[in-house]
């Protein structure tokens, strides 16, 4: 039985600010990380995964209206040029401010969304789901999700 360890990396990219005083920082703070996947059978993440999903941080002054877009890889590239097809299904990103009170948003990774911030300090989480075929070449996947965060 052949398995697979695909990780997918993050990347980041905060545009802005558009005010002469807005600020913003925006952070990867853990890999989307499938550990070992199965041969044939698809493995799953949810953005709500405490340690597997993938995670930004992203800081914009409260109350700003900011928009996101990620890039998202439609494969894993792996050993000897071995591709892995990955998907991000509709609800498979998250995003949630820590200040308290602050309500997790579920949301498309694939379309770029608008928020109006309620909190300076805000996380995106990111899950998806890998297809391994069921002659997956062993060995370590990775490709990089990027996340733009642009004040509006």
Same mark, same amino acid.
């Given at each position: 039985?052949?398995?697979?360890?695909?990780?997918?990396?993050?990347?980041?990219?905060?545009?802005?600010?558009?005010?002469? $005083?807005?600020?913003?920082?925006?952070?990867?703070?853990?890999?989307?990380?499938?550990?070992?996947?199965?041969?044939?059978?698809?493995? $799953?993440?949810?953005?709500?995964?405490?340690?597997?999903?993938?995670?930004?941080?992203?800081?914009?002054?409260?109350?700003?209206?900011?928009?996101?877009?990620?890039?998202?890889?439609?494969?894993?590239?792996?050993?000897?040029?071995?591709?892995?097809?990955?998907?991000?299904?509709?609800?498979?990103?998250?995003?949630?401010?820590?200040?308290?009170?602050?309500?997790?948003?579920?949301?498309?990774?694939?379309?770029?969304? $608008?928020?109006?911030?309620?909190?300076?300090?805000?996380?995106?989480?990111?899950?998806?789901?890998?297809?391994?075929?069921?002659?997956?070449?062993?060995?370590?996947?990775?490709?990089?999700?990027?996340?733009?965060?642009?004040?509006?």
């Amino acid at each position: 039985m052949n398995r697979h360890f695909p990780v997918l990396l993050l990347g980041m990219l905060g545009l802005g600010p558009r005010p002469a $005083t807005a600020q913003l920082q925006v952070s990867g703070i853990r890999n989307l990380a499938f550990g070992t996947v199965i041969a044939g059978i698809p493995t $799953t993440v949810t953005p709500t995964d405490p340690s597997r999903s993938g995670q930004f941080e992203f800081i914009a002054p409260t109350n700003s209206t900011v928009r996101l877009d990620l890039t998202l890889p439609t494969a894993l590239q792996g050993p000897s040029a071995a591709t892995m097809p990955i998907n991000f299904g509709s609800s498979d990103g998250l995003i949630v401010g820590t200040a308290p009170g602050s309500v997790p948003t579920r949301f498309n990774p694939k379309s770029n969304r $608008t928020y109006k911030l309620t909190s300076a300090r805000n996380e995106v989480f990111l899950g998806g789901t890998v297809s391994p075929a069921i002659n997956q070449p062993a060995g370590s996947y990775s490709a990089t999700v990027t996340l733009t965060v642009t004040i509006q």
